[in-house]
C-alpha cells in the first residue's frame, strides 16, 4: 500500500497523536521498507536475540521519525527512507563498539574480535550469513563467480576515467542513474548519455558478448 | 534484462558481501561515518568520497559490506525471517496503545450491508445496504469529504462481520480508486482523497445499494 501525500499528512497527524489506527497504517504502508532493512541489518547480527531487538528499534525508529517529519519539507516516502538509513549506520557503529569492547589482552576479547572478523571466522558460518538470491540469479546460471570477477576486474582497468569508475561503482550497487546523478552532483540526462554512450554500448555490451553472457 | 541489471547481478556474484565484515574496525583508508552518512544523504559527497569508492572500497571487504548494507539495493539476509521479526515487533508495539473506539453496527442489517462510518465519532453513519433485487437499484454511491476522513467502512454479513472481504472503490471515471481487505470485525480504513465513489465488494455479483437513514 502505498500513501499519497494527502495519506501521508493524515496518517502522520494520528501517529503524532499516537493513535493505533493510524500507527497500524504507517507500519502497514512502509513494511516493504522495514522488513528489507531488517532484514540487512540481521544478517550482521550475532544472534536471533539480536536481530528481535533492532527488529522493535525500527519499528519505534519509524514511528518516531514520522512524529517528527515536516510534510512542508518533503514527502514521508523519501524522509523515512533517508534518516532510517541514519539510524541504520548508527546501529552498526554501536554494533561494532559492542563487538571491540572486550580488551584484546583476554580471552573473551579475542574471541570477540575473532567474531567480528570474518577473516577468521570458519567458511561455513559466514556461508549461513550470505543472502540467497540464487533465483534472481537464475539468468546468469551459465555464468561462474569467476567469469563475473573476471568481468568486473576488466570493467576496472578499461574505465580509467574516474568519472565513469564512480557511475560504474553505483551501477555496481543496483542504483539507477537519477540517485546516481544526485550524488555526484550532475544532471540525470548526462549521466544516462555518458553511460550509454562511454561505457554501454562501447565496452560493456561487447565484453558481455566476448563472455557468453546473453543481454 | 538490461545491461544494468547484468552488470549488478555480475557484481553480486563476483563481489559477495558478508555483512558482519561491516562490523570490522575501520582502518585510515576506510570510509568514515561522515563519508557514509554523506552518501546516505547523496546531497554534498566530497569528490575525495566518490574517489575512494573506486578506489578503496572497491578492495575492503568492510567497506564494500557497509556500503552494500547501508545504501545498496542487493537484497541481503533472510527477508521471511525479518518479515516474521517485524511482524512480532509490531505487535508488541500496537498491543501496548489503547484500543481504538469502535462505532456501533447500525441495526439495519439486511442480508448484506456495508456500512461506512464517518471520523471522527461517526456523527452521522449513512447505511448503504446491498439487496438482490435490482428493480429498486441504485449504486452505492458515498460522497466522503475532507471532514470524514479516515474513513471506516464496514461490511457486514447477516451472520455478523465480513471479514477478510475485499472492499473496491471506484472513482467518478469507474478507475479504482482504493482497494483493502476487511479485518476481523469486518473493516477496512480508507485514507482519502475525498470525492465521490462507487463500493464494491469482490465476488459479490449483486448491486451494492444505499439506503440512506
Request: proline share 6%.
Amino acid at each position: 500500500m502505498t500513501l499519497t501525500p494527502r495519506q501521508q499528512r493524515i496518517v502522520a497527524q494520528g501517529v503524532k497523536q499516537d493513535d493505533r489506527r493510524a500507527t497500524e497504517a504507517l507500519l502497514k504502508a512502509f513494511r516493504p521498507l522495514i522488513d528489507s532493512l531488517v532484514a540487512r541489518l540481521g544478517a550482521a547480527c550475532r544472534d536471533e536475540d539480536e536481530t528481535e531487538d533492532m527488529a522493535g528499534e525500527m519499528v519505534i525508529w519509524t514511528i518516531e521519525l514520522t512524529k517528527q517529519w515536516k510534510p512542508e519539507v518533503r514527502n514521508l516516502d523519501g524522509y523515512l527512507k533517508e534518516f532510517l538509513r541514519y539510524k541504520m549506520l548508527d546501529r552498526l557503529k554501536q554494533m561494532r563498539r559492542e563487538r571491540a569492547r572486550p580488551s584484546w589482552h583476554d580471552e573473551a576479547g579475542r574471541q570477540a574480535a575473532q567474531q567480528a572478523d570474518p577473516a577468521s571466522t570458519p567458511a561455513e558460518a559466514i556461508e549461513d550469513k550470505l543472502p540467497d538470491d540464487r533465483a534472481e540469479l537464475a539468468i546468469l546460471q551459465a555464468v561462474s563467480s569467476e567469469t563475473a570477477a573476471q568481468v568486473i576486474r576488466r570493467l576496472n582497468e578499461e574505465l580509467t576515467d574516474p568519472y565513469l569508475r564512480q557511475m560504474l561503482f553505483f551501477k555496481l550497487q543496483g542504483w539507477q542513474n537519477p540517485e546516481i546523478a544526485q550524488v555526484m552532483g550532475l544532471d540525470t540526462r548526462k549521466v544516462q548519455n555518458d553511460w550509454s554512450r562511454r561505457v554501454v554500448i562501447p565496452i560493456l555490451r561487447p565484453m558481455f558478448e566476448q563472455f557468453g553472457i546473453a543481454t | 534484462m538490461n545491461a544494468d541489471q547484468i552488470l549488478h547481478k555480475l557484481a553480486a556474484l563476483a563481489l559477495p558481501v558478508h555483512p558482519q565484515a561491516a562490523l570490522q574496525q575501520p582502518s585510515d583508508e576506510c570510509l568514515t561515518d561522515d563519508e557514509m552518512t554523506a552518501l546516505v544523504a547523496r546531497e554534498n559527497v566530497a569528490s575525495s568520497t566518490l574517489d575512494k569508492l573506486t578506489g578503496h572500497a572497491m578492495e575492503c571487504d568492510r567497506c564494500w559490506a557497509l556500503v552494500s548494507l547501508v545504501i545498496g539495493e542487493q537484497p541481503l539476509g533472510d527477508l521471511e525471517a525479518a518479515r516474521a521479526q517485524v511482524d512480532r515487533a509490531i505487535d508488541k508495539h500496537l498491543t501496548r496503545m489503547p484500543q481504538p473506539e469502535k462505532a456501533a453496527l447500525g441495526e439495519t442489517l439486511i442480508k448484506l450491508v456495508m456500512q461506512w462510518m464517518p471520523e471522527p465519532a461517526s456523527a452521522q453513519p449513512a447505511i448503504a445496504s446491498a439487496y438482490r433485487d435490482t428493480s429498486t437499484a441504485r449504486p452505492a454511491a458515498i460522497n466522503i469529504t475532507d471532514q470524514d476522513l479516515p474513513v471506516t467502512l464496514r461490511f457486514a454479513l447477516p451472520d455478523g462481520p465480513g471479514a477478510q472481504v475485499t472492499v473496491i472503490l471506484l472513482d467518478q471515471q469507474g478507475e479504482e480508486a482504493f482497494r483493502g481487505e476487511t479485518d476481523d470485525q469486518g473493516e477496512v480504513h480508507f485514507w482519502g482523497p475525498a470525492g465521490s465513489y462507487t463500493c464494491r465488494v469482490e465476488g459479490y455479483d449483486g448491486p451494492l445499494l444505499q439506503e440512506t437513514s
